[in-house]
């Protein structure tokens, strides 16, 4: 229970919703167990009056007294009639307010757990697998409802009931009492050791069905190459056997199930036949009536739902705590990448890496090492080298994706890790290398930065883009609706959206991580004359592989396995014959065999 404590705050804060449930959950109880003593008049109204029936015998008055005998009985029903009434009209409301804040509680652990997520850092995103964060905001999250719903109604239905119910045995005759209460220490016991199981079992079937969401995801995501490379039989038993293990957990978790239904039964049973054999020896006996035998089979009868239930709530909570411990798991992880600035200073653009090194932290890759270089406002500067010489991995910690593992990376003066985080990227426009575009029209993913999109500016974006034209020849244009990561587009035509989404916040930052490596030569051409415009008093950084990308910028970056190893203007470079030299010697014979 230890992990379903995290819940509590949530207790509290419906707890108007949970404290009138427990009333009407008492209400409830108290007129079902009502009934049972009804039952024992009635038994024993009918034992008098027979007696009296048979005195009669022959008698007028004999006629009188069956018709008493006769309203008297009918009484008792519509008695027990009104009381299942009134016991049903109390379970409803049980139901409505303690069910519908189970509702209230999902939908605020998803959103809480929804919103931790999003101020998580990139790392825990490497570390752990889309379909397994799916799953612990969706089935796992769904599992801890039934807790906080069912399971709780259930128990505290199960506890008030058994106390109303061993209170009245206890009053009639405490000897038949305990003896129709011996077989419960046996279920104790039996519910101690199958517990331990339980929560095992469970854990195990919600790791397998993360593990089976995770493939699943995966699979659908790389459909395309699945089905060029004609796996889809392999992808199939793969598949096929992720089912198998989690059918497994499943039945094993079922067999103890199976065991256990049965088991609580057959103790009911057994209490029915106790209470029979000792109540008939106590009546013999003289100290209770054949009423009372009668009351007593009803109340053991009404322990049986409980006691059969206890095992499927015991098996609810179980579950619940299995679960709620895997979203603890992530709710505990705590940020990497913080904001305590409230200070939302318009940024000048002035750019300054000082010894920067960074080592990815999952791998201890190096993929930095003392880089130093200034960037003043209004310039364009471009960042070129071989693949994994750690283009990117500077744009990331330009965005504070990651925070640098020493060095400093000052803006405007100031520290990065010292800015308002969410003011600081709202005046950043980036492009990341990979383009990743929502399964939304062409207009909202091109206006995704913006809270309030001005009239044209869109249409305005997509022309600095390049990509207008290839918009407007669809059949709704800027309406159309793109696929899941935008594979209704081509490659250039989803890196000029990004572009056009990274130009429309007209921000003072610009980052362009390889943004151009899809298009051809004369689209790129037509794209870097429109972004000359866009780029004019703004700071900006361009990420290439190509040098004719990059040859009109102020300053040049060759990295090269995490080093600065040149830096100057094309013309520049060209004269010093090193490796940019190398580079551009290269791809001029590539273009020229082209």
């Not at 404590?5 to 009502?34: D, E, H, M, Q, T």
């Amino acid at each position: 229970m230890k992990y379903l404590a995290y819940l509590n705050k949530f207790f509290y804060k419906y707890r108007w919703r949970l404290l009138p449930g427990v009333i009407f959950v008492n209400i409830s109880n108290l007129f079902g167990v009502l009934p049972a003593q009804v039952i024992r008049i009635a038994f024993d109204l009918i034992k008098e009056n027979i007696n009296i029936y048979r005195l009669f015998d022959g008698f007028e008055r004999q006629k009188v007294i069956y018709d008493i005998f006769g309203y008297s009985l009918l009484l008792f029903g519509i008695l027990v009639l009104l009381l299942a009434l009134l016991r049903g009209i109390f379970l409803f409301f049980m139901r409505q307010t303690i069910i519908l804040m189970s509702r209230h509680i999902e939908y605020d652990l998803k959103n809480e757990i929804y919103q931790h997520y999003q101020q998580l850092s990139m790392s825990f995103y490497r570390r752990n697998n889309t379909g397994d964060l799916m799953n612990r905001v969706t089935e796992d999250v769904s599992r801890v409802r039934m807790y906080v719903g069912p399971a709780i109604m259930y128990t505290i239905n199960t506890t008030v009931l058994f106390l109303l119910v061993i209170y009245a045995m206890v009053s009639v005759n405490l000897k038949l009492a305990i003896y129709c209460l011996l077989p419960l220490p046996v279920l104790a016991i039996t519910i101690y050791y199958v517990n331990t199981m339980i929560n095992y079992r469970s854990e195990k079937i919600q790791q397998q069905l993360s593990k089976l969401s995770s493939f699943v995801q995966e699979t659908f995501s790389g459909i395309r190459i699945v089905k060029a490379y004609v796996r889809e039989g392999d992808v199939r038993d793969k598949f096929a056997a992720q089912s198998e293990d989690y059918k497994t957990h499943c039945m094993a978790l079922v067999q103890i199930q199976a065991l256990f239904f049965p088991m609580m039964i057959l103790l009911v049973g057994l209490s029915t036949i106790i209470t029979v054999y000792v109540g008939g020896i106590e009546a013999m006996n003289g100290t209770i009536t054949s009423g009372n035998i009668a009351e007593f089979i009803v109340y053991v009868n009404q322990l049986t739902f409980p006691i059969a239930s206890l095992g499927w709530v015991t098996s609810l909570i179980q579950r619940a705590a299995a679960s709620q411990k895997r979203i603890n798991e992530f709710l505990e992880t705590k940020p990497e990448i913080t904001s305590t600035s409230i200070e939302k200073p318009i940024l000048k653009g002035h750019i300054k890496f000082e010894n920067v090194s960074f080592i990815y932290p999952d791998t201890g890759i190096e993929a930095l090492k003392n880089v130093s270089f200034e960037v003043n406002p209004g310039e364009f500067i471009a960042i070129i080298g071989r693949t994994g010489s750690g283009k990117s991995t500077l744009a990331n910690l330009l965005m504070r994706m990651y925070d640098v593992s020493s060095g400093h990376i000052m803006i405007d003066g100031i520290a990065v890790d010292q800015l308002n985080l969410n003011n600081y990227r709202n005046q950043i426009g980036f492009v990341p290398q990979e383009v990743f575009l929502f399964s939304e029209t062409i207009r909202n993913n091109i206006a995704f930065g913006m809270d309030v999109v001005k009239p044209g500016s869109v249409e305005q974006a997509a022309k600095d883009a390049a990509v207008y034209e290839n918009i407007i020849e669809f059949d709704q244009d800027f309406e159309t609706r793109i696929g899941e990561r935008g594979i209704t587009l081509s490659g250039g035509q989803k890196q000029r959206v990004s572009i056009a989404r990274a130009i429309i916040k007209e921000p003072q930052i610009l980052l362009f991580d390889d943004c151009l490596s899809a298009v051809d030569t004369h689209t790129e051409e037509e794209i870097l004359n429109n972004l000359s415009k866009v780029m004019h008093h703004k700071t900006s950084i361009l990420i290439a592989h190509r040098i004719s990308t990059i040859k009109n910028a102020d300053k040049i970056l060759v990295l090269d396995d995490g080093e600065i190893i040149e830096q100057g203007t094309h013309k520049n470079l060209i004269e010093k014959r090193g490796s940019y030299f190398e580079l551009y010697e290269r791809q001029l014979l590539e273009e020229q065999i082209v």
